[in-house]
Nanobody, 121 residues
């Protein structure tokens, strides 16, 4: 069974940093794009940052210059380094993996369980 396991959320003061990790467990052959999304209660889930299998990245305008997404393909893991955190970054952050192939199976889109990031002012 393929699962996305997130870690690294928590409470931090404004201006601080956190690093989120998301590991894809299972007998993984390949993963296409991976990304981080966030959601505030009452709002739609929004893309924070994405990274392709080749390492190309894209960011939401609100986090450009502060957040950095990276991935370790050998570990099937994606990271989100968040610096200069602001109270408006407070949300549940979800990891996403697109086009995950295993032994004979293809998963088109997988989500982690979410990790809460709270930034105090």
């Amino acid at each position: 069974q393929v699962r996305l396991v997130e870690s690294g959320g928590g409470l931090v003061q404004a201006g601080g940093s956190l690093r989120l990790s998301c590991a894809v467990s299972g007998s993984i052959s390949s993963i296409n794009a991976m990304g981080w999304y966030r959601q505030v209660p009452g709002n739609q889930r929004e893309l924070v940052a994405g990274i392709t299998s080749g390492g190309s990245t894209n960011y939401a305008d609100s986090v450009k210059g502060r957040f950095t997404i990276s991935r370790a393909n050998a570990k099937n893991t994606v990271y989100l380094q968040m610096n200069g955190l602001k109270p408006e970054d407070t949300a549940v952050y979800y990891c996403n993996a697109d086009q995950v192939t295993t032994n004979g199976a293809l998963y088109r889109e997988l989500w982690g369980q979410g990790t809460l990031v709270t930034v105090s002012s």
